[in-house]
């Protein structure tokens, strides 16, 4: 196991060094004066201080390096348009973020296994095409609308839910809805086809003649054949979870991550974007490792091929 | 419990052809309306200070109302439809054509040197989420049509590389390859009438998915107005338009929302049902 | 309850009379996979059914255990265990048969376990499904049910799952399991077909172990001749879905009397020499089940055949001590003065 561990942490590392030098060439390399851009209103001393200090006249790879160097440390640089260290500021917002993509995930999963098993059980029933026609329309609503249509009925018709700003936990519920749903959708569809495939699958019906329960079967067997698509899908969408972040926190003026990444592109704040970029990729693959270390928990035949049993 | 869960396919098919047809009559009109859009729908920019923020269906002249400088809405639906399709038919065409190259270059490569940096290449590119890519290429270069197409392509071509180099890697060391190699078929011939012809029953479908799914992102970036940028009308920006009247007038972001659904859900239903009728274990049965 | 007299006097264990299973196919059709099948298994013997592929054996044996999937249903029919129907049990009472007084092994050992359960949570697992009692318990029966197979290593491959273990392997694990409960009666369907030449005589000797220390009767499926020869009391030949032959062993292997079965017997190889080395194989195909012509389904195949073939599904009856027969011109042949087999078949 912990060779897997370690095989999968130096491949993330590597693909993320990867994305942050990457990103942080295209940054660097946007024509204009980063100093000029960023603090339009600065004197001139102090642009001239801006770019000693991001080495703005060091070729682009000395640049890196003294970037990589600062972060090691703890420094990220500061935001010119909110006054603060970027540390700071991704300490404050990204907590938000992280409780609207758990949440999200949590919702997602919990939703699409309840009504992808009605589904996948009553396979080509009434209820299983409400079901699935259900979860298509879901997928062709862009979240942006989903998010502005809970706005409309549940915050200004029904005034259950604050519907912009972050004003307490309960400003977390109609965002949290808006990021899952289209997960939601794509997941209903995984664990009802996948159902259906697991019960036609022979140790099911093995396991159905030496007479055991239905319960025992769903659990047991075929719920628990289905887990391994499932977790696979999960992880080919997480790089639209993160990337919905924005969106969703741009529709509901949210302070998380994405409205300060948004924000801080629209405002030229490179420090800020390049430090988000950073935790973007981050998140993404260690989510990533965890799941894919899941999978081959789950599934010994994945143990077996990994060597590990 | 145990015995009605086969999924009957006969009638799975009979529904896919109801939903083809669905599909493929919502796409047509979306299309001539596109096409037609300086025809059918000549008023979409000029304002009508006198009627601003008209309700649907309250005067005739303007089925869909008006929007808060009094344009007329059905107007510039049409031609952010217009927009929509030209930048969601073209990026799939991009996408799929710099894929499929990379992916069939890589597939015959592996396992190799040339593979291995492929994957890797298309592992970055997947694993940066599309939007944050998305607002550094739009501010790098100034949001229009081409730059949106490209922008979009490039955040797809990676799962059609990934696609179709699965599917040639599994192909390649199939048995009838080997026959065809044998019976001295030339490369050439094994690419396009083997693992070309094999291909297709996969990739056609993600065409139409795909479609849908760019109209979506583009829509998306306009909203957040890193998109399309008036005067060029796109959905997006129409809801984006719309998005400060949620509370007082909510049918102004309802109706282009449902526009948007409906195409999308057009696109979405031709590939659904392509998926179910060109998968050979399905049409075997 | 006896529902038909006289079923245990003759020591009889499970009785199929007149059962049919049928396919819905679309557009009304219907396919008949099973038409009116009859046999019986003695207790403590073994029942050998043999037949193409397509003939119906699986279906029957699968109507036994009412497992069959929609859109199958069996039509109509009795199936006698211990004299009651199970066709008229409720569902909860026919759970608490299978596995349990009626187990069943399938074809492919790599694919009918759980990839996901260790081999000692399938024991167990069989185990406590029918009779909960504790995992202690359940451990020493699984020990016990892997022995009989000849497993005795049990301890050690407990923990581990069934990918780790060979196809042949895991179909003994399989029988293990069936048997984890001594059940009254064990259907194998297929057990060996998709295993090695040696691995199947390996899992034939185990079944073969497992009858003989138990006394449990078995119904053995198979195409091969082979198995049955080795390891059956009794013998059934099925043809598109009907019973064509049935009899003792040794009668059927030296005395068939219908032309179907004499056609099996005669495309047999051999691996003795003999004075002629060529192998006869049936001329045609099996009919299609959606479309069997009327009459005998054999007929068109069939070199004895007259008109009465065509028009008139032949009836089974006696043609010897305990030798049925499904044919209007029932052979009198002997395999043993049959010049062209060389006459050295041992039987």
Known sequence: ?309 | MFRNLRVSRVFGKMRSNVLLTIGIVIVAICVLAAIFAPVIAPDAASPHPGSRLLKPFENMEHPLGTDAIGRDILSRLIFGVRTSLIIGIASVFLASLIGTVIGILSGFSSPGIFDTILMRITDVQMGFPFVVLAMIALTMFSPNILSITVVLSLALWPAYARTVRSSVILQKDCEYIAAARLMGASKMRIYTRYIGRNLLPAMIPLFPLDIAGMVINESLLSYMSIGIKPPVISIGNIMADARGYIASDSWFILIPGVMLVVMVLGFNFIGDSLQTILDPHIRKK | MRTSAGTDKDNTILRVENLRTYFKAGQGNVVKAVEGVNFSLRRGMVLGIIGESGSGKSVTARSILRIIESPGYIAGGKILFKGEDVLSFSEKKMRSIRGNEISMIFQEPTTSLNPFMTIGDHLMEAYNSHTPSGSEKAKEEALRALHLVGINNGREIFRKFPCQFSAGFRQRIFIAMSMILYPDVLIADEPTTSLGITIQAEIIAALSEVQKQTGISIIIITHDFGVVSQFSDDIFVMYAGRCVESSPKKTLLTKPAHPYTIGLIRSVPLLEERKTRRVKSIPGFPPDMSNVPPGCPFAPRCEFAGSVCTEEVPELREVGEGHLCACHYPQDYNVNDDTELGGDLHV
């Open chain 1, 1 to 309: 196991m912990l060779g897997i561990v370690l095989k999968r942490l130096a491949q993330g590392l590597l693909v993320t060094f990867c994305v942050v030098f990457i990103s942080f060439a295209v940054l660097r390399s946007i024509p204009g004066d980063p100093a000029k851009i960023m603090a339009p209103n600065a004197t001139v001393e102090q642009q001239q201080h801006i770019r000693e200090e991001m080495g703005l006249s060091e070729p682009v790879l000395v640049q890196f390096q003294m970037y990589v160097g600062n972060m090691l440390h703890g420094n990220m640089g500061n935001s010119y348009f909110k006054g603060d260290t970027v540390v700071n500021i991704l300490l404050a917002a990204a907590p938000l973020s992280a409780i609207l993509v758990a949440f999200a995930l949590i919702f997602s999963i919990f939703v699409s296994l309840v009504l992808g098993t009605v589904a996948g059980m009553n396979g080509n029933s009434a209820i299983d095409r409400i079901i699935s026609s259900f979860a298509v329309l879901l997928q062709s609503m862009p979240n942006y609308w989903v998010g502005a249509m809970l706005i409309m009925l549940l915050s200004v018709k029904a005034g259950i839910f604050p519907s912009m700003d972050y004003s307490g936990p309960s400003s977390c519920v109609l965002p949290i809805i808006a990021l899952a749903l289209p997960l939601t959708s794509v997941l209903i569809k995984v664990v009802r086809s996948s159902l259906i495939d697991s019960y036609n699958q022979e140790f099911v019906k093995a396991a159905y003649a030496r007479g055991l329960s239905g319960t025992a079967l769903y659990f047991k067997y075929a719920l628990r054949n289905s887990l391994i698509p499932l977790c696979i899908s999960i992880s080919s969408q997480l790089g639209f979870l993160v990337g919905n972040i924005v969106v969703v926190e741009y529709v509901f003026n949210f302070p998380g991550l994405g409205y300060i990444a948004l924000n801080a592109i629209l405002r030229r704040d490179y420090n800020l974007v390049q430090a988000v970029i950073i935790l973007f990729s981050v998140f993404f693959f260690l989510i990533n490792i965890v799941v894919d270390l899941g999978t081959v928990r789950l599934d010994p035949r994945l143990r077996k091929a990994e060597g590990e049993i």
